[in-house]
C-alpha cells in the first residue's frame, strides 16, 4: 500500500513540475527587458572595456536589446561579438524572469608591458596573448624594453615567436609565463648570473 502512494506521490510532483516550468516559460515570452546589466568582472585593477564600450558594440551591430521580448534577444550572439574584441577572455549573456539581460565579461589580465626596439608597444597576458597598448587603466606590471624585436602580431592572437618560452630558456626555468617575467624583473630582462636575454 505504501508503495502506491509513494508513486502517486511521485506522480503528482512531477506533474506539478510540469506545469510550473510550463507557465515561467510562458511568461517568459511576454516579458519585456527592461535593463541591460553589464558587469566586468575583474575590473578593479585592469580596464581594457567599460560597460559604454560594451553597450556600443551590440548597439553597432544592430542587436536590439531594451524594450524587446526576452525571448527575442540572441544571447548567443552577443556573446560571439564580444568575444571577437582582444581584451575579452570570456562572455556569458542571459536573461531573468524579471526582465533583465545581464552580460558578464571576464577581461585579459596583462602580466608584462613590452616595448620593442622599433618602439612598438603591447601587452602580453597570462596565456601569451597580445594585447593592445590602449587601455583606460592598469596595475603596475613589469615593463620589458631594449633589443626586443618588434612582432607581427595582432592584438587578440598568441606571440608567434614565443617571446615567454625564449624568456624561460634563458632564465633556466622548465617554462615561463609569470614566473619567469617577474623573476626577470629584478633587472632589466636578466636571468640568474647576469644572463642577459635581449
Known amino acids: 500500500m505504501k508503495n502506491w502512494l509513494y508513486i502517486v ?6 506533474t506539478i513540475t510540469a506545469l510550473l516550468l510550463g507557465f515561467t516559460a510562458r511568461q517568459q515570452k511576454k516579458v519585456i527587458c527592461q ?6 568582472l575583474n ?6 572595456l567599460e560597460n559604454k564600450d560594451v553597450l556600443d558594440i551590440i548597439d553597432d551591430h544592430g ?13 548567443l550572439l552577443i556573446e560571439r561579438l564580444l568575444q571577437h574584441s582582444p581584451v575579452v577572455r570570456s562572455v556569458a549573456a542571459y536573461t531573468i ?3 533583465q539581460l545581464i552580460i558578464e565579461v571576464e577581461q585579459r589580465m596583462p602580466i608584462v608591458r613590452i616595448i620593442d626596439r622599433s618602439l612598438q608597444q603591447y601587452f602580453i597576458d597570462e596565456e601569451g596573448v597580445v594585447l ?3 587601455i583606460k587603466q592598469i596595475a603596475h606590471v613589469l ?8 612582432i ?6 598568441k606571440n608567434s615567436q614565443n617571446f615567454h618560452r625564449q624568456c624561460a630558456e634563458k632564465c633556466g626555468f622548465a617554462e615561463c609565463l609569470p614566473r619567469c617575467c617577474f623573476y626577470c624583473s629584478g633587472r632589466f630582462l636578466e636571468g640568474p648570473g647576469g644572463t642577459d636575454i635581449r
Open 35 to 40: 535593463k541591460v546589466e553589464v558587469r566586468i
Open 132 to 134: 593592445p597598448d590602449r
Open 97 to 99: 524572469i524579471n526582465g
Open 43 to 48: 575590473s578593479r585593477y585592469n580596464k581594457f
Open 152 to 157: 607581427a602580431v595582432k592584438p587578440g592572437q
Open 143 to 150: 615593463v620589458a624594453n631594449g633589443n626586443i624585436p618588434p
Open 9 to 14: 506521490l511521485g506522480i503528482v510532483i512531477v
Open 63 to 75: 542587436i536590439k536589446t531594451k524594450g524587446e521580448p526576452l525571448e527575442s534577444i540572441n544571447t
